[in-house]
Antibody, heavy 119, light 110 residues
Framework: EVQLVESGGGLVQPGGSLRLSCAAS????????MSWVRQAPGKGLEWVAN????????YYVDSVKGRFTISRDNAKNSLYLQMNSLRAEDTAVYYC????????????WGQGTLVTVSS | QSALTQPASVSGSPGQSITISCTGT?????????VSWFQQHPGKAPKLMIY???KRPPGVSNRFSGSKSGNTASLTISGLQAEDEADYYC??????????FGTGTKVTVL
């Protein structure tokens, strides 16, 4: 069964940085687009960023452009999200998600990691 | 990149059918046949229920169906069951490898 396990969440002060990781297993990681999707407490889902199979293409939602960087290490089967200049509104559970491979959607999700931006 | 519009809540009795709408624009829902629907139970990760507007992934009950007309997509749940009580989100491809989610709908089984 496909497994996606996020880590790296925690409490950080406004203006600070945090790096999230997503460890993938039981599938050929290098063959799939990957995404980060977040959900603020009590709020809806928001697509944050995605990256293509070899990392040469990266896309972001406008609200994180210039602050967040998505990356991947196919040798380590890992996805990352470097988050800089964090704001209170970045507080959310961050999910790692794998695109389906047959359509522009996600059929596997991690359990999420909570990022709290507060002083 | 404005969120797609969904009703905040929809309710129905067991066995009934309910429909959740998802309204976007000609830049997202209206331009692509790439609307997905996700079910999310409290404290859990989202689960894919419908993709490409009307297709069901393996293992998803045929009580769930999707459609689209113009800038509005819809999810219908037939034969409503207690386990269907959850939050539901639509999501559309928005061009240039970006996506936009809906505002979410809480489904209550009366």
């Amino acid at each position: 069964e496909v497994q996606l396990v996020e880590s790296g969440g925690g409490l950080v002060q406004p203006g600070g940085s945090l790096r999230l990781s997503c460890a993938a297993s039981t599938f050929t990681f290098s063959s799939y687009w990957m995404s980060w999707v977040r959900q603020a407490p009590g709020k809806g889902l928001e697509w944050v960023a995605n990256i293509n199979e070899d990392g040469s293409e990266r896309y972001y939602v406008d609200s994180v452009k210039g602050r967040f960087t998505i990356s991947r290490d196919n040798a380590k089967n890992s996805l990352y999200l470097q988050m800089n200049s964090l704001r209170a509104e970045d507080t959310a559970v961050y999910y790692c998600a794998r695109e389906s491979g047959y359509s522009s959607t996600w059929n596997y999700w991690g359990q999420g990691t909570l990022v709290t931006v507060s002083s | 990149q404005s969120a797609l519009t969904q009703p905040a809540s929809v309710s129905g009795s067991p066995g009934q059918s309910i429909t959740i709408s998802c309204t976007g624009t000609s830049s997202d829902v209206g331009s692509y046949n790439l609307v997905s629907w996700f079910q999310q139970h409290p404290g859990k990760a989202p689960k894919l229920m419908i993709y490409e507007g009307s297709k069901r992934p393996p293992g998803v009950s045929n009580r769930f169906s999707g459609s689209k007309s113009g800038n509005t997509a819809s999810l219908t749940i037939s034969g409503l069951q207690a386990e269907d009580e959850a939050d539901y989100y639509c999501c559309s491809y928005a061009g240039s490898s970006t996506y936009v989610f809906g505002t979410g709908t809480k489904v209550t089984v009366l």
